[in-house]
C-alpha cells in the first residue's frame, strides 16, 4: 500500500440493500482516489467493523478490502452494494452477536461497541468514515 497519500477515508454500506450503493462507492472512491487518498471498503457494513481484530497478525481479509478505481467501476454498473450491508447497530449489539474476542469485554444483554468501532477504525489508519445507507 502506498504510503504517500493525504489520508485514509473507509466507505461502509448500512441497513437496506438498494440501488444505489455501488454507483454511490464508486462516486467517492474515485473522487477520492483522484484528490490522494486511500481508500477502503469495509464489508458488511457495521458488522465488518465490530468483527474486526486489531491485531497485525490477524486475517482480517473478509472484514474490509483496499478499494481502487479498477475495482468500483466494475461494480458501480450494478445495483445493490458489492461490499454488502448488516443491520448491526455498533451503540445497540446484543450479547448474542458480539463477537468470541470482544465477550468478556462486552457481556451485557445489549452493549455499546462503538469504542470498539474508534479503536478499529485507529488501528487500521482510517482519517475519515462514509457509512451510506440506514442503520
Known sequence: MATNHRGTIAI????????????????VTFRAIREGYRVIGIRRGWAGLVDMVPDPQADNRR????????IVDRAGRTGGTFLHTSRTRPSHLPRSIVPAHL?????????????QILKNLEFMGVDYLIPIGGD
Open 12 to 27: 461502509l454500506t448500512g441497513g437496506g440493500d438498494v440501488p444505489g450503493l455501488n454507483p454511490a462507492i464508486r462516486a
Open 103 to 115: 465477550r468478556d469485554q462486552y457481556n451485557e444483554e445489549i452493549n455499546d461497541v462503538t469504542p
Open 63 to 70: 472484514n474490509y478490502q483496499i478499494l481502487t478505481e479498477d
